[in-house]
């Protein structure tokens, strides 16, 4: 009875979900069942929570490989992460792994292109994201040219791994038959900081090439093989299946 009249109490004067949690250690399950009793339903606030430095530079790796942002009617916020339909079983993943960053499960659109793959998009508006993307990212124009940390600092080892499993996930390629890993980008700033943290804490060295094409953009490239693409998987622990070496 005690920890029902403290959470109608922390409901009342208007503490989060997150907070009240963390203030009782009830289940989330537990205070919106009394939050709807004395409020109301209501759509769910989007509330940013990151208990361990490598998810929190996941995060930013995941968005600085393969998300975007618009600002949409009525000043949305729309900020999306986009992913192949091949990639299924890693948006089963996200979608669990982002519902529990910010405390709401994303839209999931299913999109089909003609003659083209086709593709799944995780979905939030909320500036709130934004603003907290903004803090650590920084872009100019176009953010698949730029995109990179706003500060990296190489002493923050967990960080630097998390935002680099991030990047793999997203950015990155297995090729099994010649257990070669590599990740690419169009940012050159974002690729220096990725070789940064794989030489500083990883300890390996990758080769990096420049892939220039006429129809697309410069590709700043980075590569690492045989037992340096295993000691780079063991490192950073990928969440995408297609990323590990078997």
Request: glycine share 6%; aromatic share 12%.
């Amino acid at each position: 009875m005690k920890k029902k009249d403290e959470i109608i109490r922390f409901i009342k004067e208007g503490n989060s979900i997150n907070k009240i949690r963390k203030m009782t250690g009830c289940a989330k399950s537990t205070i919106y069942y009394h939050y709807k009793k004395i409020k109301g339903r209501k759509k769910k606030p989007v509330e940013i929570s990151f208990e361990k430095e490598r998810e929190l530079g996941e995060f930013l790796g995941i968005f600085a490989g393969d998300g975007s942002f618009t600002l949409g009617k009525n000043s949305h916020y729309k900020i999306r992460i986009h992913l192949g339909f091949y990639e299924k079983e890693y948006a089963d993943f996200l979608v669990k792994q982002l519902t529990t960053w910010f405390n709401k499960k994303p839209h999931i659109y299913y999109k089909k292109y003609q003659n083209k793959d086709s593709s799944i998009d995780l979905h939030y508006d909320s500036k709130l994201i934004y603003n907290f993307l903004k803090e650590h990212l920084v872009w100019e124009g176009r953010k698949t040219y730029t995109v990179r940390l706003k500060k990296l600092d190489l002493r923050k080892r967990e960080f630097n791994l998390g935002f680099l499993r991030g990047l793999i996930d997203t950015d990155g390629n297995y090729y099994a038959p010649k257990r070669r890993i590599s990740f690419s980008s169009t940012s050159k700033l974002l690729a220096d900081q990725a070789e940064k943290i794989i030489c500083s804490n990883v300890y390996l060295d990758p080769n990096r090439y420049l892939i220039k094409s006429e129809k697309y953009a410069d590709l700043h490239t980075l590569t690492l093989h045989g037992e340096k693409a295993k000691k780079l998987i063991d490192a950073i622990k990928p969440n995408n299946i297609n990323k590990t070496i078997r």
